[in-house]
């Protein structure tokens, strides 16, 4: 179901926090904890979500060395949680110490290709990275698929030339996804739900319009029917 495939962010400080938030939204399947949540409670809360049988989205954005990479790919493959992040910049290497580290596990490896906050500008200008942003988001897809990982986060306005690049095998979860009644918030790049599916996304991430609501069901409700 379409359902199963839109990731909430508990984006709080605590566990307290996020707990409160499991209990107000029972129907979601699949959660992501970030840097935020998980540098706060480490894997306490990686185990209350097991506990209650839902999936997870370790969202740590690794960025090392080959060595500490794949060991922290272990550690986290040892909670069994569904997806986690990785950067493409940290090299070769190190992409292939990550996809080395989960083999055989049930945890995949999802290259960030760009951070959706980012825009043209800040690439060119900031970064100063030559290519244009479509095409650097390909060639870090690329990359890690080169490497053995399988999946890749990207924008919803990228997703759809990476698909037909990386093919069905690989997996695209797509943050920056916006329902046409929700604010754009930091996102630069967005997309609603039933483009974004269209575009080739297998899974989105759909935070603030729902936690941030007044009635965090209703608007998960809303975003279902949306997309069904």
Known sequence: MSEDKV???????????????LDRLPQVSFWKVGLELFVS???ELLKTLKQRQKRIFLDLKLHDIP?????ACRAAARYEV?????HPTAGRAALKAAAEAVAGSPTQLLAVTLLTSLNSRDLAFDLKVSLELPDYALQMALLAQECGITGAVCSPQEVEQLRQACGDSMTFVCPGVRPSWAEKGDQQRVM????????GANYLVIGRPITAAEDPAAAWNKIVEEIR
């Open 82 to 86: 569904d997806f986690l992040t990785i």
């Open 41 to 43: 409670t480490g894997p």
């Open 192 to 199: 609603t739900p039933q483009q974004a599916f269209k575009a």
């Open 67 to 71: 060595n500490t990479i794949a060991g």
């Open 7 to 21: 990731i909430v962010p508990l984006d709080v400080p605590t566990v307290e926090e996020a707990i409160a938030l």
